[in-house]
């Protein structure tokens, strides 16, 4: 088989590989990214926390997102039967955005890599990593084009950021179980037909479902006059429900009061699709010429909307070390890289189990909670989960159960 060289390969084009590859390549790095599917492409994860423009701006692509005409988002609402509170993201502890975008992410995605290739990095769609040999200095990709036709290809360092398909992982055997049960998450686009007061199309709306408090719902506003709905439950949450994808949604939105009120009048144009067991773990953030990236690496739950930020950092926080290794540098890839990026996982994890066990909920429903700390835990929701000066960040599990039995002893 043909056998050609490169510095850096990147494993998939989505908002991790698209990063990372402008940011090495602004650092003057020889960089190619192979992408199986041809761009646009449809992925799920519209809505964007503030944090994720932070690289987006380093890779310099703030000004054309900003172009793009997103839907502008500022903060979080929720919902719980007649209870409904928001989190304006602007009105945040740690320094940073406070604004960022909902978008489609087939337009998103394709955009960045645009932005990437405009910059010089080379993007080879339509072709597959199928295997790969790590066993010698220089690691060895085997690729697939959609021909049929296969090649090697060597690099200095493989970045992987294959998002679900998590090639390193399987590849490599590096899978490890995530700590989350598995969920399901049924979903879909509508025409909205909004002209409910209390919507703000600036903010995500999270729903808790009236009853059962581990089903929660998303609703994402884009600029065009649509909506991306869906519904996350555990598997036993829909037993007994329609088969049907469409009928077990809009089963689900007619048991929320608020949801039923606000999309009374939606258009329901596009089948309903079904991901679940999304939940994921690895063994190792990195190895002899690797790093896993994005949602290759661990992802545990959408409800705060975090995979994206946590992508992209983690492929800021790679590139930094990469750039610094491939120009001679002795790196600690555990230290440097695996350890603070899971400060701020751990951080978003938290929150996730705190959610699902209702903690963080009744933390959030709270009707008399103190400005500052509404402040500091809308960084957090705004993706700043990395920032030790928020009390809520430094000491999360402690700082959330306190204010948890705070809440809970007022109600
Ligand atoms: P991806 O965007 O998945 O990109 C990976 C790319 O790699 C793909 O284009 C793929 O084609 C390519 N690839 C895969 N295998 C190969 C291969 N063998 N060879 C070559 N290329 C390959 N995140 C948010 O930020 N906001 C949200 O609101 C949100 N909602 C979510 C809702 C649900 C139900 C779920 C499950 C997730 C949600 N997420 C959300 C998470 C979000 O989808 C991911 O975190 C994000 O897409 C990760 O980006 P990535 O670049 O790591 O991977």
């Given at each position: 088989l043909d056998l050609q060289q490169r510095?850096?390969?990147?494993?998939?084009?989505?908002?991790?590989?698209?990063?990372?590859?402008?940011?090495?390549?602004?650092?003057?790095?020889?960089?190619?990214?192979?992408?199986?599917?041809?761009?646009?492409?449809?992925?799920?994860?519209?809505?964007?926390?503030?944090?994720?423009?932070?690289?987006?701006?380093?890779?310099?692509?703030?000004?054309?997102?900003?172009?793009?005409?997103?839907?502008?988002?500022?903060?979080?609402?929720?919902?719980?039967?007649?209870?409904?509170?928001?989190?304006?993201?602007?009105?945040?502890?740690?320094?940073?955005?406070?604004?960022?975008?909902?978008?489609?992410?087939?337009?998103?995605?394709?955009?960045?890599?645009?932005?990437?290739?405009?910059?010089?990095?080379?993007?080879?769609?339509?072709?597959?990593?199928?295997?790969?040999?790590?066993?010698?200095?220089?690691?060895?990709?085997h690729a697939r084009r959609n021909d049929g036709s296969e090649y090697h290809i060597e690099a200095a360092f493989v970045l992987d950021a294959s998002g679900y398909g998590r090639v390193l992982p399987r590849l490599l055997d590096l899978e490890a179980p995530s700590s989350f049960p598995v969920r399901r998450a049924v979903f879909t686009h509508i025409e909205d037909r909004i002209d409910d007061p209390q919507f703000d199309r600036n903010k995500i709306l999270i729903t808790t479902h009236p009853e059962l408090r581990d089903v929660w719902y998303w609703t994402i506003p884009f600029s065009n006059g649509r909506c991306s709905l869906g519904v996350v439950a555990s598997a036993e949450r829909y037993e007994g429900r329609p088969e049907d994808l469409d009928a077990c949604l809009k089963e689900f939105v007619q048991e929320a009061p608020n949801l039923r009120r606000i999309l009374k009048n939606a258009q329901w144009d596009t089948p309903a699709r079904l991901i679940g067991g999304y939940s994921a773990n690895v063994k190792s953030l990195h190895g002899p010429g690797f790093a896993l990236l994005g949602n290759a690496a661990e992802f545990l739950d959408p409800v705060f909307s975090s995979g994206v930020t946590i992508a992209m950092r983690s492929s800021s926080m790679a590139a930094a070390v990469l750039h610094r290794q491939l120009s001679g540098e002795q790196v600690d890839w555990e230290t440097e890289f695996a350890v603070p990026l899971k400060r701020g996982v751990d951080t978003f994890r938290t929150y996730v189990e705190g959610w699902y066990d209702c903690s963080f909920q009744d933390v959030i429903y709270y009707e008399h909670a103190q400005p500052e700390i509404r402040r500091m835990i809308s960084s957090i929701l705004a993706g700043y989960a990395w920032d030790e000066k928020n009390p809520y960040v430094a000491e999360s599990r402690r700082r959330l159960r306190v204010l948890a039995e705070l809440c809970r002893g007022d109600r």
């Open positions: 510095e850096v390969v990147i494993i998939g084009a989505g908002p991790s590989g698209a990063i990372a590859g402008a940011l090495l390549k602004r650092q003057g790095h020889d960089v190619l990214i192979l992408e199986r599917q041809r761009f646009p492409r449809f992925s799920i994860g519209e809505s964007l926390l503030s944090h994720c423009l932070d690289f987006v701006e380093e890779a310099g692509m703030l000004e054309a997102v900003q172009a793009a005409a997103f839907q502008t988002k500022h903060g979080a609402a929720f919902g719980w039967g007649e209870r409904y509170t928001e989190f304006d993201f602007r009105d945040k502890f740690t320094e940073g955005h406070g604004s960022t975008y909902q978008v489609q992410r087939a337009d998103f995605d394709k955009l960045l890599a645009d932005q990437a290739e405009l910059q010089g990095v080379e993007i080879r769609y339509e072709e597959e990593i199928i295997a790969a040999d790590f066993s010698s200095a220089r690691p060895r990709l």
